[in-house]
């Protein structure tokens, strides 16, 4: 935990850029580490408080290439950590943070021109049930 929010205070202070986060992030969340440790990286990079996440495409668009690079055998692995780091998130963060992943615009760190939305139902059902919300 101490790792992660040493990583976030200092990109918040500007020491780290976001390639070194994504660095960071990536060997903290890596197959081989423990699933534990990778989620006390993630509780002490997001703290109480989701919002650093919607307020910096950065930093979600680190979390979400780091997601979407996970093999889908180590993604059994890794969905517990990701539910428990963003467990401790309040209700209306969580929702906030759900509705900036599964609705891109313009001006969303995810930028994608089209979404199938039909192939990207068990994704967002994934997501939903990540950040607490129905499935």
Do not use: C, Q
């Not at 976001?18 to 989620?39: D, F, I």
Request: charged share 25%; aromatic share 4%; proline share 7%.
């Amino acid at each position: 935990a101490l790792a992660g929010r040493a990583t976030r205070l200092l990109h918040d202070a500007g020491e780290l850029d976001t390639r070194a986060v994504a660095g960071a992030m990536s060997r903290a969340l890596s197959p081989g580490e423990e699933p534990s440790r990778g989620a006390s990286w993630i509780e002490g990079f997001i703290g109480t408080s989701g919002l650093v996440l919607v307020h910096d495409p950065d930093l979600l668009r680190i979390l979400d290439d780091w997601m979407d690079a996970v093999h889908p055998d180590a993604f059994t692995t890794v969905l517990p950590l990701l539910r428990r780091a963003f467990s401790v998130l309040p209700a209306g963060e969580r929702r906030r943070l759900g509705e900036r992943l599964g609705t891109p615009k313009g001006d969303s760190p995810l930028n994608v021109p089209f979404i199938d939305l039909e192939r990207a139902e068990p994704a967002l059902a994934t997501i939903a049930r990540i950040l607490g919300g129905a499935a």
